[in-house]
């Protein structure tokens, strides 16, 4: 499977922004599909992610601003960002991973998963 990520830019603080994630096939994995970030100078860490069920699990910084969803039959997965803070500043990925759970997946790096190339978030104070 190939990931390509999109929608990312440059937006003022209490902004939003919607990324996509278009994947090259379905993957049939009960969990997870996801996003994670990564500002320079810092560690990568997920952001949020969803499974076959449509269960959810985010970080917990953007609990009630950012929300995850995905449309099965376009192979596409979204996450809607508002009220952007200049901390959410980062590197966006798009990532599918076999993983046992959510939480494993979001928060153990999903070193094993399909990543793709990313695409720039920024939010100007």
């Known amino acids: 499977v190939e990931l390509v990520e999109s929608g990312g830019g440059s937006v003022q603080a209490g902004g939003s922004l919607r990324l996509s994630c278009a994947a090259s096939e379905y993957t049939n994995y009960a969990c997870c599909m996801g996003w994670f970030r990564q500002a320079p100078g810092k560690e990568r860490e997920g952001v949020a992610a969803?499974?076959?069920?449509?269960?959810?699990e985010y970080l917990d910084s953007v609990k009630g601003r950012f929300t995850i969803s995905k449309d099965n039959a376009k192979n596409t997965l979204l996450l809607e960002m508002n009220n952007l803070k200049p901390e959410d500043t980062a590197s966006y990925f798009c990532?599918?991973?076999?993983?046992?759970?959510?939480?494993?997946?979001?928060?153990?790096?999903?070193?094993?998963?399909?990543w793709g190339q990313g695409t720039q978030v920024t939010v100007s104070p």
């Open positions: 969803i499974d076959s069920d449509g269960a959810t």
């Open positions: 990532v599918t991973e076999e993983a046992p759970a959510l939480w494993p997946f979001l928060n153990l790096g999903a070193q094993g998963g399909v």
